[in-house]
């Protein structure tokens, strides 16, 4: 998560590369190939430590743990802590068992204890409570308090984790491995937790570590011997996480543009280098994007234009003051004594790296890869929670709200569609607004939540109402604290127990009361509707009327278009071209496309075909780069002016145009299209046709002749001069 900070660094449909789902493929063949050579020797270590007897700590009561090492097959060694549920004297198998990942990637997850969800919090020396570092009592929020809590320090080389000797771990999908087989060598050094419902955690870049990881485990489980443990895995969980970095990233200009830390000639310079930052990723030069590449550029811009605000919570500058005091405490040789469970002679040998910039280097070309992909398939066997902080620039609610959009999964539109509902502390006063903690929507096994007044990492923000969001996701416990109206149409209530919608027996889960993207304001919502449904203006169809569609009767003066199209939308031209005009025909047609705004970056598509129009639907941005063979004339140039030139023969039947027009970009942009015959586009004279006909065949014929009768006349010469040689002999 926080390496991030040490290197400072948004569209009806976006298209995941398909390289992505081979990438995808080849995890889970991995998975397979690997489960039997991970299991091989390896070993786990154990050590009962007291956290309470932390340097700095309070006096406060034992808080018993259990910290060691995973040796993994190619040696290297994973740190692990082990926090029992707190004031527990035996395990209960109904108390979860919570696995926190911190990112970066090759930030410790010793972060995530001593600033986020662990018993003793770390306070810096400038804190005006303390006035010098120290740990404070946290258990009143710590995650610690409800559930058993297991941190790992991943990938090797990250926090006390040492790095692999035989070969890297920095590739996903075999960090994934080392995980899974962590988990395996877990479960074996400690049976007592085998039938505690497993929760994977993950924040910011530790979203695509648990992605990885619960594709694994659900493998291995599939895949495992009879005698191999089973890894109860039940959900996972992401805050403000890194999942679809192309996606997040097109937002961050209008975003800052949006929330008043720039100004519009701030927001086309941040699209501007976006726009870079994306060719690079539709091409899968992904290291040309990094560290100090085109997106990292898109996101200095944004801050230099901001003025230096922190890229993890725009109400503060520069960074979190207590990191890199952390950082001195955890690297102290009494702090690792306690941690670590060794002797003091031999403190010195064990490092702390708080985040490792060899780890980010080796996962440059991981860091922009999509994981939308590796996601779906989780929706469909385990409870989902998504939730951001309200204030987080690096990956703010907007970026994944679009991501939302865009993933390939059944539930994708009603998932979209869902309406917000607030959240309430339990304890709260159902009259009072202030103490709405956030909001959330879900449909099917996935739950969105965004918390109010924290950034990126809201455990640390607000612990109540983090904690407060964990417990209702963990004990399967309904977001809603009370009847609330349906915050859309009134046509529903959100309840202490479920959500409800009434004159239906359907949940809001599958009810839809209001429309699709309110339509898109190009049509008019009819509720009377299960669900509820578009009737699009003229001119405009799709589910919520996002789509223009304009069918023109072609005449012999120009065709003139003016219009505005929003960012990743689409626009389709029909163009109908008379039958009695074509029978027999040369028709030039010329089609120019004006941008007269100085964002977007259109695309134009354009075909002739005796068939039906194409449709919206079978347009598919997946397959989009199919699309220059489908439309032999195209643009793609980021130009302001572009013309096509279309030189066909109708015959009978083929008299129909297809213009496709695509904002490939976020921003809306404005554009003028003029569609015109040429002078000489008219209906051709059927004898004319005849007459220039019988004249080609003509010519043709005697050119032919014509070279035969070359062809002879050297032939014979050839003759004649070898019959004379004979003579001569």
């Known amino acids: 998560m926080f390496r991030l900070d040490f290197s400072i660094l948004s569209t009806q449909q976006i298209s995941i590369p398909s390289s992505l789902h081979l990438l995808f493929s080849s995890f889970l063949i991995i998975t397979a190939l690997a489960s039997s050579f991970l299991i091989q020797a390896a070993s786990i270590t154990s050590k009962s430590i007291d956290l309470a007897t932390l340097p700095l700590a309070p006096s406060s009561p034992s808080i018993p743990a259990q910290s060691g090492f995973i040796t993994t097959p190619n040696d290297a060694q994973l740190y692990y802590l082990l926090i029992p549920k707190l004031g527990s004297s035996k395990i209960d198998p109904n108390v979860p068992l919570l696995l926190w990942l911190n990112g970066g990637p090759g930030c410790s997850s010793m972060i995530g204890l001593f600033m986020e969800i662990g018993p003793l919090r770390f306070k810096p020396s400038n804190d005006p409570s303390t006035k010098q570092p120290s740990l404070v009592d946290h258990t009143m929020y710590s995650y610690c308090q409800y559930y058993h809590v297991l941190l790992i320090d991943n990938p090797s080389g990250a926090g006390y984790s040492f790095p692999a000797s035989k070969s890297p771990d920095n590739a996903m999908n075999v960090g994934s491995q080392f995980l899974l087989f962590a988990m395996q060598q877990f479960y074996n050094q400690f049976p007592q937790y085998v039938n505690s419902p497993l929760y994977l955690f993950g924040e910011s870049y530790g979203g695509k570590y648990v992605i990885g990881l619960a594709n694994a485990i659900a493998q291995y489980n599939e895949k495992k011997k009879p005698s191999e443990v089973t890894i109860p895995l039940q959900g996972i969980a992401m805050g403000n996480a890194w999942i679809a970095p192309d996606i997040q990233e097109r937002t961050y200009g209008e975003l800052a543009y949006i929330v008043g830390l720039s100004d519009y000639t701030g927001l086309v310079r941040v699209n501007s280098k976006q726009h870079l930052c994306h060719e690079f990723v539709e091409q899968q030069m992904y290291k040309k994007t990094g560290n100090s590449g085109a997106c990292q550029s898109a996101l200095n811009e944004m801050l230099r234009n901001a003025g230096g605000v922190n890229v993890y ?49 080796k996962f440059r070309g991981d860091f922009q890869q999509s994981y939308l992909p ?24 907007y970026g994944t709200n679009e991501y939302f959009r865009y993933m390939d999964w059944y539930g994708r539109f009603n998932f979209n569609y869902e309406p917000h509902y607030p959240i309430y502390l339990t304890n709260s006063n159902a009259n009072d607004p202030q103490k709405a903690i956030g909001i959330f929507r879900k449909y099917d096994n996935l739950t969105q939540v965004v918390l ?35 915050n859309a149409t009134g046509g529903g209530m959100c309840t202490g127990s479920s959500i409800t919608t009434p004159q239906n027996s359907m949940t809001s889960d599958t009810l839809l009361t209001q429309c699709p993207n309110l339509c898109s304001g190009h049509g008019q ?7 509820a449904t578009c009737q699009c203006s003229p001119g405009f169809y799709e589910q919520d009327c996002s789509t223009a569609k304009h069918d023109i009767t072609f005449g012999k003066e120009a065709t003139y278009r003016s219009n505005i199209i929003f960012g990743n939308t689409i626009h389709l031209y029909h163009l109908t071209l008379p039958y009695s005009e074509l029978s027999n025909g040369l028709f030039d047609i010329h089609v120019k496309l004006t941008k007269t705004s100085k964002l977007g970056k259109l695309h134009i598509y354009a075909k002739t075909s005796n068939e039906t129009f194409v449709e919206n639907s079978q347009i ?106 004979e003579i001569s002999q």
Not at 525 to 531: E, K, M, S
């Open 313 to 361: 919570d725009y109400r503060l500058f520069g960074t979190y003051s207590a990191l890199a005091q952390l950082e001195t405490y955890l690297k102290r040789d009494d702090v690792k004594k306690v941690l670590l469970g060794v002797d003091a002679t031999l403190v010195t040998t064990y490092n702390y790296e708080q985040c490792s910039t060899e780890i980010w280097d």
């Open 525 to 531: 919502c009819n509720v009377a509707t299960v669900p």
């Open 620 to 725: 598919d941005e997946s397959n989009i780069e199919q699309m220059r063979q489908q439309f032999p004339f195209h643009d793609l140039e980021d130009v302001n002016e572009k013309s096509l030139d279309m030189n066909e023969l109708f015959r009978n039947r083929t008299r129909r145009i297809t213009i496709l027009l695509i904002n490939t970009v976020d921003t809306e942009s404005m554009y003028d299209l003029v569609i015109e015959s040429d002078v000489s586009g008219k209906k051709l004279n059927p004898y004319l046709v005849t007459s220039i006909g019988i004249f080609s065949f003509l010519c043709i014929t005697t050119i032919v002749l014509f070279m035969i009768y070359v062809v002879q006349y050297f032939n014979d010469q050839r003759i004649l001069r070898s019959m004379k040689y």
């Open 452 to 486: 109010y007044n924290s950034g990126h990492i809201s455990p640390h923000d607000i612990p109540q109402a983090s904690i407060e969001m964990v417990r209702r996701f963990l004990d399967n416990k309904s977001f809603c604290s009370y009847s609330i109206a349906y």
């Open 374 to 397: 590796q996601l779906v398939p989780l929706l469909s066997k385990y409870k989902i929670l998504i939730y951001n902080g309200q204030f987080d620039l690096r990956c703010p609610v």
